[in-house]
């Protein structure tokens, strides 16, 4: 396998340098390509998304600042056409998440919070934020249509999308063929030290899929996996850069992220496994600092719309309303919600669970942090 990588690495280093006198010419992840009507209010594809009071004074505003904990390509993706669409410009912050709870916590306690809105995933980070009196409340149209899934605290924060989690592989390494098809499949002896995976305590995005691995796979897949001597990474991040480099041929991965470092030509594809893929949830809300109140609150309605949430879809995120289809990411569909392989972990299990999951892992595989 050693042998085999360095050689598929030369030869994708060659085929680069040999396309190489222009600049590489990158896939567009979303297609923004829709019909934007701003004469009275904001309607997008005949969605009314803002009437032309609020458009009209988020307009005035002018800009909105995001806290976000969402990936950072992705998060530019999306306040990409947020901006072609309203003509509102968004300062982003970028944090993980962790990171960005204890900034967000800070500040709020210092009563000098920057952020108009924030982004976050895990439930316990959204849930803290709350008591600590970050949110305020806004009911986005169509909210009594909103499952309580979706909607939380009368409005304080939504549930706007789920990332999949799942695994990769380095096309340039491993023939599709080849590929493991399933969870259990990286417990072959064949992938011995080939494997990069996440830390458990890395975020909700890895405690999600590790409470998924613990409830769908049984309590013999993770001291399996343990026993493959894979490579430990501190976040998915760092695990696909290590496996677009093909330092390694397989990792865990989130779809969206490998769709994006595809479409910037990474030799990297994701893998739809038998026993289904792990969705973690992302929340949004309005500060109760916020300035520019008016252009917040458009962004909420944006995120929430239609025509946000086919943008999450392009990206490769599972959407949070039920009116809209699942990604197609790589001439991959993505199966649907009632399929069984869209598994969502209720947040309270996460939160009880979460201690306790952390220390197996970290018995299991032997990691200090």
Request: aromatic fraction near 8%; charge should be negative.
């Amino acid at each position: 396998m050693r042998k085999t990588r360095i050689l598929a690495c030369v030869a994708v280093a060659g085929a680069l340098v040999a396309a190489g006198c222009a600049p590489p010419q990158f896939d567009p992840v979303v297609d923004s390509t829709a019909d934007v009507d701003t004469s009275d209010g904001l309607v997008i594809d005949g969605e009314r998304i803002a009437d032309a009071e609020l458009f009209e004074a988020a307009v005035e505003e002018g800009r909105l600042s995001l806290y976000s904990g969402y990936v950072e390509n992705s998060e530019k993706e999306v306040i990409k056409v947020f901006e072609e669409d309203t003509g509102i410009s968004v300062d982003l912050v970028r944090l993980v998440p962790n990171r960005l709870s204890e900034r967000v916590l800070s500040e709020q306690g210092a009563g000098r919070l920057g952020a108009d809105v924030v982004r976050t995933s895990d439930f316990d980070i959204a849930t803290r934020m709350r008591d600590a009196g970050v949110f305020q409340p806004h009911r986005v149209a169509g909210y009594d249509e909103l499952d309580d899934t979706v909607r939380y605290f009368d409005g304080d924060f939504y549930r706007v999308f789920n990332p999949l989690y799942t695994f990769a592989y380095n096309t340039a390494l491993v023939d599709p063929a080849d590929a493991p098809k399933s969870w259990h499949d990286l417990t072959d002896p064949r992938w011995q030290g080939e494997l990069g995976i996440t830390q458990v305590g890395a975020g909700g995005s890895s405690l999600t899929l590790n409470r998924f691995q613990e409830e769908e796979l049984g309590p013999d897949f993770l001291p399996a996996l343990a026993e493959q001597n894979p490579r430990i990474f501190d976040s998915s991040s760092a695990a696909l850069e290590s496996l677009a480099r093909g330092e390694i041929p397989v990792a865990t991965a989130v779809v969206s992220s490998v769709n994006i470092a595809a479409s910037k030509n990474a030799p990297v594809n994701f893998v739809i496994p038998e026993e289904g893929m792990a969705a973690y949830d992302y929340f949004v809300g309005m500060t109760d600092s916020a300035v520019n109140t008016d252009a917040a609150e458009l962004f909420l309605e944006w995120n929430l719309s239609k025509r946000g949430q086919d943008v999450f879809r392009q990206i490769g995120e599972f959407p949070a309303r039920g009116d809209v289809e699942p990604p197609e990411i790589l001439a991959q569909q993505l199966p649907t919600a009632d399929s069984g392989k869209i598994v969502r972990i209720d947040p309270e299990v996460l939160i009880a669970s979460a201690e306790g999951d952390q220390r197996r892992w970290n018995g299991l595989f032997g990691y200090l942090g």
